[in-house]
């Protein structure tokens, strides 16, 4: 099952990289603002598909979670 947090950060992260290609295939790349624009709407989509990728890694969905995290975990100590 998907998260909700998952599923809005993949569509926050492609609709930015829309408003690039539009901003390109209008020619507006040439201008300051235009640049601007595109390198604002870079970084948005970034930090949302970073967001995706962790959400992805903390719900195990690309694997097994690093080493470090496992190991940060204190193990379960046996009452005698």
């Known amino acids: ?3 909700m947090m998952l599923a809005l950060s ?7 990289l829309v408003g690039v290609a539009w901003t390109l295939l209008n020619g507006m790349i040439t ?12 970084t948005l ?6 967001n995706a990728y962790w959400e992805m890694r903390d719900s195990e969905m690309l ?8 190991a940060a975990k204190p193990p379960a ?3 005698s």
């Open 31 to 42: 201008t300051v603002d235009g640049l601007f624009m595109c390198l604002i709407l870079i």
């Open 10 to 16: 993949i569509v926050l992260g492609i609709l930015p």
């Open 77 to 79: 100590v046996k009452a």
């Open 63 to 70: 694997g097994k979670k690093p080493a470090a995290a496992r």
């Open 1 to 3: 099952m998907v998260s």
């Open 45 to 50: 989509s970034a930090v949302f598909l970073l």
